[in-house]
């Protein structure tokens, strides 16, 4: 079936981001929505929840520690995934059995996430080596596209359920497919070719990638993006339905279209980023979902559809564009000592996403069911949150410029030659 270890694992690593995809999902966007309001969550339990996955990337500082545990790092990657996805199963008993207590959602997802840590940074090691630097942009943007497709497949399938079945059997759909993502993910990492580590990868410290000046404003923008995602990222779709009572249906049909888009965006900027570079893309990327915030500032409850279908185009315009990049520039700046790196970048990451979240929290605690009044016009006190971040994001684009990489100003050469380009086979 392939014809070397090499195409085996460009294979498996791209059906097992198409479960992990869907696994993430579930935890995240609508799906995170319905699942904090059926366990009775408080806003500042759904931001914990939503940013435990990424604020607890901070524990790759203790990969070295982690692997002396382990006599291989496939060893390492296998038990990091058992520990993590087995206690996704158990949300669909919890929910069988009604126990809605959000102790039970909050704990599990903790689980989830801190050994998702260890196991992304392990990943993500591995991936830099596995796959050719000549191979990436190709490789990932087809990985991407196929990613997308099962965004597809999930909202569809989820919005349907939470919109026509509410209530307990929507949430078994929905807790079911997280365990049967979360198995297929198991049994795909299993046969992964995993490149063993040597003594001294096992002694990896961060302070070589903290003397790495251009490393540091990489770290200062990535650290700052987070914290200004982090902030909100809960509260866009908790507002739509909460406040302006959007149906699970539009959410659905949003997260749909942001998907379908995405294929078409992956395959657009695999072509263009090797002629403007990942730096350019991701500037590109984060300036549209900037705008995007925009919408939700502005939304009523007569508009609310109309926008969050705007918000869907713009959020896949632009976050493909982020997707895309920002891993692969992660990959570029690092060196070969690629975990000393991964951990620095996950340390700034946890520290100030998790703290963008427990400051959303807790902000979001006071301000639901407040209006702010603004040159005579009354808002949602939500919507300050949102005014934030857009103000956040407009200074991680200035930070993002102190990063040195290759990037090119890219010029328009008309429709014509731009399809051909596109839809030649020669890259």
Same mark, same amino acid.
């Given at each position: 079936?392939?014809?070397?270890?090499?195409?085996?694992?460009?294979?498996?690593?791209?059906?097992?981001?198409?479960?992990?995809?869907?696994?993430?999902?579930?935890?995240?966007g609508f799906a995170l929505t319905a699942l904090a309001i059926y366990?009775?969550?408080?806003?500042?339990?759904?931001?914990?929840?939503?940013?435990?996955?990424?604020?607890?990337?901070?524990?790759?500082?203790?990969?070295?520690?982690?692997?002396?545990?382990?006599?291989?790092?496939?060893?390492?990657?296998?038990?990091?995934?058992?520990?993590?996805?087995?206690?996704?199963?158990?949300?669909?008993?919890?929910?069988?059995?009604?126990?809605?207590?959000?102790?039970?959602?909050?704990?599990?997802?903790?689980?989830?996430?801190?050994?998702?840590?260890?196991?992304?940074?392990?990943?993500?090691?591995?991936?830099?080596?596995?796959?050719?630097?000549?191979?990436?942009?190709?490789?990932?943007?087809?990985?991407?596209?196929?990613?997308?497709?099962?965004?597809?497949?999930?909202?569809?399938?989820?919005?349907?359920?939470?919109?026509?079945?509410?209530?307990?059997?929507?949430?078994?759909?929905?807790?079911?497919?997280?365990?049967?993502?979360?198995?297929?993910?198991?049994?795909?990492?299993?046969?992964?070719?995993?490149?063993?580590?040597?003594?001294?990868?096992?002694?990896?410290?961060?302070?070589?990638?903290?003397?790495?000046?251009n490393f540091c404003n990489f770290l200062m923008f990535i650290a700052?993006?987070?914290?200004?995602?982090?902030?909100?990222?809960?509260?866009?779709?908790?507002?739509? +339905?909460?406040?302006?009572?959007?149906?699970?249906?539009?959410?659905?049909?949003?997260?749909?279209?942001?998907?379908?888009?995405? +294929?078409?965006?992956?395959?657009?900027?695999?072509?263009?980023?090797?002629?403007?570079?990942?730096?350019?893309?991701?500037?590109?990327?984060?300036?549209?979902?900037?705008?995007?915030?925009?919408?939700?500032?502005?939304?009523?409850?007569?508009?609310?559809?109309?926008?969050?279908?705007?918000?869907?185009?713009?959020?896949?315009?632009?976050?493909?564009?982020?997707?895309?990049?920002?891993?692969?520039?992660?990959?570029?700046?690092?060196?070969?000592?690629?975990?000393?790196?991964?951990?620095?970048?996950?340390?700034?990451?946890?520290?100030?996403?998790?703290?963008?979240?427990?400051?959303?929290?807790?902000?979001?605690?006071?301000?639901?069911?407040?209006?702010?009044?603004?040159?005579?016009?009354?808002?949602?006190?939500?919507?300050?949150?949102?005014?934030?971040?857009?103000?956040?994001?407009?200074?991680?684009?200035?930070?993002?410029?102190?990063?040195?990489?290759?990037?090119?100003?890219l010029y328009y050469p008309g429709i014509y030659p731009s399809i051909?380009?596109?839809?030649?086979?020669?890259?």
């Amino acid at each position: 079936m392939f014809r070397d270890s090499y195409s085996k694992n460009k294979f498996l690593i791209t059906v097992e981001g198409m479960s992990a995809n869907t696994l993430s999902l579930g935890i995240q966007g609508f799906a995170l929505t319905a699942l904090a309001i059926y366990f009775n969550c408080k806003p500042f339990w759904i931001s914990l929840i939503s940013t435990l996955p990424l604020g607890l990337q901070l524990l790759q500082v203790f990969l070295g520690t982690y692997y002396k545990l382990f006599k291989s790092k496939k060893n390492a990657l296998f038990f990091s995934a058992c520990a993590a996805r087995i206690p996704m199963c158990f949300l669909f008993f919890i929910v069988l059995f009604d126990k809605t207590d959000y102790r039970f959602l909050v704990g599990i997802v903790f689980v989830y996430s801190f050994f998702s840590a260890f196991l992304s940074g392990i990943w993500t090691s591995s991936v830099g080596d596995i796959i050719k630097k000549e191979d990436r942009s190709l490789f990932f943007s087809r990985r991407f596209i196929l990613v997308s497709i099962s965004s597809v497949a999930f909202s569809y399938v989820v919005s349907k359920a939470l919109n026509y079945n509410p209530g307990k059997m929507s949430m078994l759909v929905l807790t079911f497919i997280i365990g049967i993502a979360a198995l297929t993910t198991l049994v795909l990492l299993f046969f992964h070719d995993i490149p063993d580590f040597s003594e001294k990868q096992k002694e990896f410290s961060i302070k070589k990638a903290l003397k790495d000046s251009n490393f540091c404003n990489f770290l200062m923008f990535i650290a700052m993006w987070n914290f200004s995602i982090e902030f909100t990222k809960p509260y866009f779709y908790y507002f739509a +339905v909460v406040d302006l009572k959007a149906s699970y249906n539009i959410l659905g049909l949003s997260s749909s279209l942001t998907a379908i888009l995405s +294929v078409f965006a992956f395959f657009i900027y695999g072509k263009l980023v090797e002629r403007i570079g990942y730096k350019k893309l991701l500037s590109f990327g984060i300036g549209v979902t900037t705008y995007v915030v925009i919408f939700y500032f502005l939304m009523t409850k007569e508009t609310v559809n109309s926008l969050i279908m705007l918000d869907a185009i713009g959020t896949a315009i632009g976050w493909s564009a982020i997707n895309f990049s920002l891993f692969s520039l992660l990959l570029d700046l690092s060196s070969p000592d690629r975990d000393s790196y991964t951990a620095a970048y996950a340390l700034s990451v946890g520290v100030l996403g998790l703290t963008g979240a427990l400051c959303g929290g807790y902000l979001a605690n006071f301000l639901q069911g407040k209006t702010i009044t603004l040159f005579g016009d009354s808002y949602a006190g939500l919507k300050l949150m949102f005014l934030i971040s857009l103000f956040l994001r407009f200074y991680c684009m200035l930070l993002l410029t102190k990063v040195r990489a290759y990037q090119k100003n890219l010029y328009y050469p008309g429709i014509y030659p731009s399809i051909v380009y596109l839809l030649r086979n020669r890259r």
